[in-house]
């Protein structure tokens, strides 16, 4: 199946700090999301992407689809302690009509105040 | 309005007993995704149902799984018997499908353990 390959793994900085992650596709995706999972609850949709070049904010968050449509990235400005979680992009496959999504394996946050 | 529901939230049982996972999905919706997610394997999609209908069950594993959707709000899925390796943290999402939308707001999960 598709794979999407998400960087970094694990972050670790200091609040305040700014903080770029990305997911990468070997192949074209229509659709961009990025989730942030807290410890035991599920995912949460934080942003979604639905054209090239397009680039959406939500507070503090920053994501942006790729020209080439093979890649996304999530910025997050004046990190505080409360972005400590795993964050997790997810796409469609363009060469695919399925609605199911398939999921980056995750860039671990931890913020030290 | 209430997001998705799950229970249990969590699960402790035998090797080869009966499981049954509950999902209640977002009022509305018609969309329906069961995953499993692992920390060696991460999230995992099992099936997904589109108007009660099962679209797309390639990611089950195996025929001691099953999934059904009695109705257009509640989905079960049943692991039947259990295995220790079935231990994971299941999470079904709830999702409206309509032309452009491929948002997913996924459930608090449950937590199985198979012993």
């Known amino acids: 199946g598709q794979q999407l390959n998400q960087s970094p793994q694990s972050m670790f900085i200091q609040e305040g700090e700014d903080v770029s992650m990305n997911c990468t596709s070997s192949s074209i995706f229509n659709t961009w999301l990025w989730y942030k999972q807290d410890p035991g609850e599920g995912p949460v949709l934080l942003i979604a992407l639905y054209k090239a070049g397009e680039l959406t904010s939500n507070g503090r968050l920053t994501a942006q689809f790729g020209i080439t449509r093979k890649d996304s990235f999530l910025n997050i400005s004046a990190s505080i302690p409360s972005d400590v979680g795993i964050y997790f992009c997810a796409g469609q496959p363009q060469d695919t009509g399925r609605r199911a999504l398939t999921f980056g394996s995750g860039t671990r946050l931890q913020v030290q105040p | ?115």
């Open chain 2, 1 to 115: 309005d209430a997001g998705v529901i799950q229970s249990p939230r969590h699960e402790v049982t035998e090797m080869g007993q009966e499981v049954t996972l509950r999902c209640k999905l977002i009022s509305g919706h018609n969309s329906l995704f069961w995953y499993r997610q692992t920390m060696m394997r991460g999230l995992e999609l099992l099936i997904y149902f589109n108007n009660n209908v099962p679209i797309d069950d390639s990611g089950m594993p195996e025929d001691r799984f099953s999934a059904k959707m009695p109705n257009a709000s509640f989905s079960t899925l049943k692991i039947q018997p259990s295995e220790p390796r079935d231990s994971a943290v299941y999470f079904c999402a709830s999702s409206l499908a309509r032309a452009g939308s491929l948002k997913q707001y996924f459930g608090p999960g449950t937590r199985l353990t198979v012993t």
